[in-house]
């Protein structure tokens, strides 16, 4: 009989507390305790040769593969819906060694030109260095990115909403026009979550994560995660394990503690920044605000048709650049200034300083990042705090 632990069809809070860990918890514990160690002992060779090879479950090295961490994949692989998840010490480890994984040298790979700043780093400064032929697109432009892909393509590599612009691709269009062309789609699904959105059911067949953000939902632990289908994951997997950029025992427990309020944070963080932006649209001193849940962002649309909820992150852009968006951001008092988002805490600050910091003015311009917008990572405090704290601050612009 399946257990709520294991049952796709339970829903995701339930998934979120029980997904991932063993019927039985060591010595009846209802918490699986940290395991620390980095090496498993055998009592005899028999034993420690079948699970080296792999011909029966077991952890022969930490590098490799841990208790703890297996549960904090376990709860990713059914929140995602999933078949295999594999995880990392860092977000960018989990993009860096997807797309090192499954590129080798002659292939194109297709992407947009906003994406995460060290993601636009790896296609523009690192993959190159591979051979591997790299295509950004206009990220707002559908049919730009399927002509690309239609030219030839290995691989698609998207995100939606993106970071720091909140742009919005329809996954199912785009992954369509990948398979026609025999190419692997990937989406980082940051910003979303998977309370608010699954990439796999929507046509992609990779999703990841940077697991630092709203999954573990504190900013006190680092990680990433991959999921996706058993063929795929493994080669992942064992890109990972030779390289070396594993997720610790201790990271992974924080994690998965994070994760057992997920849907309870996201879903304060959705109706919280959602209020937010309306409050912003309506202000003098804003030239504009870019969420996907107001009717009047251009990917409102789509997002309604591929989103439960429009995430907790927004942007918006202040009349006076980048001089207003200092004195702003200055003057806040209930976000921290930092370079992060998806925490219990509010979270601001420029894309210069924050999501795109690895890249120079020109280069953030030429994808559409002003140096003046304010990216706003929304907290669980009130909102109507978090409100009367952004109306005084913009009070001092005007």
Known sequence: ???PRNDSSSGLST????????????EDMTVMPVFHGVTYAYDDMA???AVATGERPGHVY???????VEIFEGKLRALEGAEASTSFATGMAAVSNTLFALLAPGDRVVSIRDTYGGTNRIFNEFLPRWGVDVVLCQTDDAEAIEREVAAGCALLYLETPTNP??????LKRLSRAAHTAGAKVVVDNTFATPINQNPLALGADLVLHSATKFLGGHSDAMGGVVCG????V???????????ASLDAMSAFLLTRGMQTLELRVQRQNASAQRI???LAGHAAVEAVHYPGLDSHPGHAVAKSQMRGFGGVLAFDLRGGEAAMEQVVGNLRLAHRAASLGSVGTLVGPPSLTSHVELNAEERAAAGIPEGLVRYSVGIENVDDLIADLAQALAAIG
């Open 1 to 3: 009989m399946t257990t």
């Open 15 to 26: 998934r979120a507390v029980w997904a991932g860990a063993p019927e039985h918890m060591p």
């Open 47 to 49: 034993q420690w040769r």
């Open 62 to 68: 930490s590098r490799n593969t841990n208790p703890t």
């Open 165 to 170: 612009t909140l742009k919005v691709l329809d």
């Open 229 to 232: 289908p058993e063929e795929l």
């Open 234 to 244: 493994r080669r992942i997997f064992h890109f990972r394990e030779i390289n070396g």
């Open 277 to 279: 932006a309306e409050f």
